[in-house]
């Protein structure tokens, strides 16, 4: 057996020894251990390696065809080595149908390609400090650490989810490391990992998973492993790739009611899920409700009715017992249940000032009477349709009833809980398709909720996924603090995929606690105005905060965000930070003609009880690091300070203590626009857009209601020459000389203030000249 070996862009290396097992090395000697080939029942010795050479979508290659002793499966496998990338490419392909696959457990891969030994790394072939990070296979993608043996991912048992990771990211103190994701097959593919503490003598097993019971001849997958500066700098090449080869036609962030207005939700966390006001029923509930939501201004432009609405094979009453769950069996029928909503929805509706719906959705019990009309994979309690008329039907009743989304929830459950769906590749693939042809005939979008690692990846093949939930419920089982955690990690997973996130109802009442209010309320709605996606309130009567939650849209109610959603930085991914004694940091943009405008968040979610100091350099922003200075305002203080590309941010904060902090580009001419300071995503191209240079002067767009008073905020090194409005009903032009308290500014600090007035289009043109 002779000696093989690749190499990929940047050094990136594949090796194989005459013994037969193969190695990576980049930078260090041995990333992932010892490399081979094992089926369900043994690994198996390599026995020839012939070269090929060629060119895909991904650039030029050059490739290893293995060969191995004793194999009886008809599969070939594969790797290929990028020129132009630090990519390598493993592939798996059946070269003949295969039947009988399946081992009855998802995460005992049956047939693995690579798989991974870490426990048998070379000495020294990573530094000391080396970690792993991953998303586990669960709803939402939890965020898992483990060392450098890949061992020791926690699992979850309750409930039951498979101890299997995907992307999986390998990296060192430094921050450079390898991302093993894959780069089709989503839902056949996945990345076995040993169940927490059981060793790592199993090995890191990547490919079929164990439910896969069936593969047509030509079937394969690949999983790509992937070397960077830091993860996300990996995820974001993944992940662009995958929207390059699928062409991903994303929608705008503002595409319908759900996305582009303040929502008001009955879901998990929020005052009215599956509870009433007492002597109410719940049409009366949310009738009141909304009326005097409207009564304090506060702008609601859509409804979301959750599960409550329709019957499940064990239904949970309304006004249950704090310590009632809501049973996880599946919907018998999506339509309203005659005791909570005996007019229907379209009188619920009509009661809420006939705003549009969000509807919640369901897994399938088996006991539905549409399986007597469609064929279904039954699997005990539960059913899928095989086809997607169903979804079409549901769907044409769904936009008959007003909805405009529908929030595919327990997508982890609708996978897990019927083995039809997951025997055979292109099931699962094929059942998503079908909800995104449905939404689309009958002009709906969809919210992914619950959704794996595998439901973020298809979504790039799913043009009416219009955004994605990434962190579990709120206020649910683990608190404020871990829920943010896990949601700027899962944020960053969905930006890779240009997906808007949404982080999930909250309420807006600092005062209170239950469902009356939350002490952490302001951060919970900085957060949800930072996720791109939508933005949901679910006070009770009474109970809402105007002042709160008009920081997060306009007088309209038109939500004022970034242009992708706030995500962990890379250093957040050395450690875990809440179980570790480390800040939480996470960044997000608008971005302008003029430049980026970088808004930065750094949390104390970590369990240490005692304060967290720490230092961020401005280096750290990657990608939205700043080229040139820029003034950092301070959001909570209104205190700001101009930095070089080369300044560090301090930040000392006690337990659930947060800073928000705003970097504005000092632009030619020596000025900063600090924008609408009253929004938390203050430069949001709803509210101030198009911020350009022309002619030496600073040329923007204030949005807002029509009528609507704005005021916006900057800095300048001197005087300003002139300042001009135009398009405004109030002031046609505002020279600095004007008496009028239009235009206002401090001479020793350089602060000034513009107040507009929206016209009748929505807008006024506004030119700074220094």
């Avoid at 994701?181 to 199993?202: S, T």
Wanted: proline fraction near 7%; charge should be negative; include cysteine.
């Amino acid at each position: 057996m002779s000696e093989a070996q690749l190499q990929a862009a940047d050094g990136l290396a594949l090796s194989f020894d005459a013994a037969g097992g193969g190695r990576i090395a980049w930078r260090h000697p041995d990333w992932l251990g010892e490399i081979g080939f094992a089926t369900a029942e043994r690994s198996l010795p390599r026995a020839s390696a012939a070269p090929f050479a060629g060119e895909d979508d991904l650039g030029v290659y050059r490739g290893l065809e293995l060969s191995w002793t004793g194999l009886a499966l008809p599969v070939r496998t594969t790797v290929r080595a990028y020129a132009q990338r630090a990519l390598l490419v493993f592939r798996l392909e059946a070269t003949d149908d295969l039947e009988g696959l399946s081992r009855k457990r998802l995460e005992d891969v049956t047939v693995a390609w690579p798989w991974l030994r870490p426990d048998r790394r070379a000495p020294g072939g990573l530094p000391d400090g080396a970690r792993a990070f991953a998303h586990l296979y669960t709803e939402f993608a939890l965020p898992v650490f483990s060392d450098p043996s890949l061992a020791h991912f926690p699992s979850l048992d309750v409930p039951p989810r498979p101890a299997a990771v995907s992307p999986l990211w390998l990296g060192t103190p430094e921050g450079a490391g390898l991302l093993l994701a894959p780069l089709d097959a989503f839902h056949e593919q996945v990345i076995g990992v040993p169940r927490r503490d059981a060793g790592g003598e199993r090995g890191v097993a990547c490919g079929w998973h164990g439910d896969l019971d069936r593969a047509p001849a030509g079937f394969a997958s690949e999983l790509a492993v992937w070397a960077a500066a830091g993860p996300r700098r990996a995820l974001e090449a993944w992940g662009g790739f995958l929207r390059e080869r699928h062409r991903t036609p994303r929608r705008s962030r503002y595409a319908d009611a759900s996305l582009s207005r303040l929502s008001y939700w009955t879901d998990n966390g929020a005052a009215y899920w599956y509870r009433r006001e007492p002597g109410l029923d719940v049409p009366t509930t949310l009738e009141k409700t909304l009326a005097e939501l409207r009564d304090a201004d506060v702008p609601v432009g859509c409804v979301e009715i959750d599960s409550w609405f329709y019957p499940h094979q064990q239904s949970r009453p309304i006004d249950p017992t704090p310590e009632t769950e809501v049973p996880p069996t599946g919907a018998v029928a999506w339509e309203p249940r005659a005791d909570i909503l005996p007019q229907g929805l379209g009188d619920l509706r009509r009661r809420l000032g006939g705003l549009p719906l969000v509807l919640h959705a369901r897994h399938l019990s088996s006991a539905s009477p549409y399986f007597e009309r469609h064929e279904a994979w039954r699997d005990g309690d539960r059913a899928h349709p095989v086809s997607g008329a169903l979804w079409r039907e549901l769907f044409a009743q769904a936009a008959d009833w007003g909805a405009v989304q529908v929030e595919q929830d327990w997508l982890i459950e609708c996978f897990l809980g019927v083995r039809g769906l997951r025997e055979a590749p292109g099931r699962a693939r094929a059942w998503q398709e079908a909800l995104d042809d449905a939404a689309a005939e009958h002009g709906l979008s969809l919210l992914w909720c619950m959704a794996s690692p595998a439901d973020f990846a298809q979504s790039v093949a799913l043009p009416r996924v219009a955004a994605v939930r990434t962190s579990g419920d709120y206020r649910y089982l683990l608190g404020n603090a871990a829920l943010w955690c896990w949601l700027l990690y899962g944020n960053a997973l969905a930006r890779a995929l240009d997906l808007p996130a949404f982080k999930d109802v909250f309420l807006s009442s600092r005062e209170g606690s239950g469902w009356d209010g939350d002490p952490l309320a302001e951060v919970e709605a900085l957060l949800a105005s930072l996720c791109a996606g939508p933005v949901a309130i679910g006070d009770r009567r009474g109970r809402s905060d105007r002042a709160l939650v008009m920081r997060t849209c306009r007088e309209d109610g038109v939500l004022v965000k970034p242009d992708a959603p706030i995500a962990a930085l890379e250093r957040c991914y050395r450690q875990s930070c809440f179980e570790a004694p480390a800040l939480l940091v996470g960044e997000t943009v608008s971005r302008h003609p003029a430049g980026d405008w970088v808004y930065l968040l750094a949390l104390h979610a970590s369990l240490a009880p005692g304060e967290l100091r720490d230092e961020l350099s401005l280096a750290e922003l990657g990608d939205v690091a700043p080229r040139g200075p820029v003034v950092a305002r301070d959001w909570r203080s209104g205190a700001f300070a101009r930095l070089e590309p080369d300044d560090a941010l301090a930040f000392s904060l006690a337990p659930r203590e947060w800073s928000y902090q705003v970097l504005c580009p000092v632009l030619p001419g020596g000025i900063a626009l600090f924008g609408d300071i009253a929004k938390h995503a203050c430069l949001g191209d709803r509210r101030v857009r198009g911020v350009r240079l022309d002619d030496g002067a600073l040329r923007f767009d204030v949005l807002g209601g029509v009528g609507e008073r704005v005021e916006i905020h900057g800095w300048s090194e001197g005087e300003l020459r002139e300042v001009a409005a135009s398009g405004g009903e109030a002031h046609a032009l505002l020279p600095v000389a004007d008496p009028a308290p239009a235009f206002a500014r401090d001479p020793r600090s350089g602060a000034w203030r513009l107040s507009v007035t929206a016209g009748e289009r929505g807008a006024v043109q506004v030119r700074i000249a220094p």
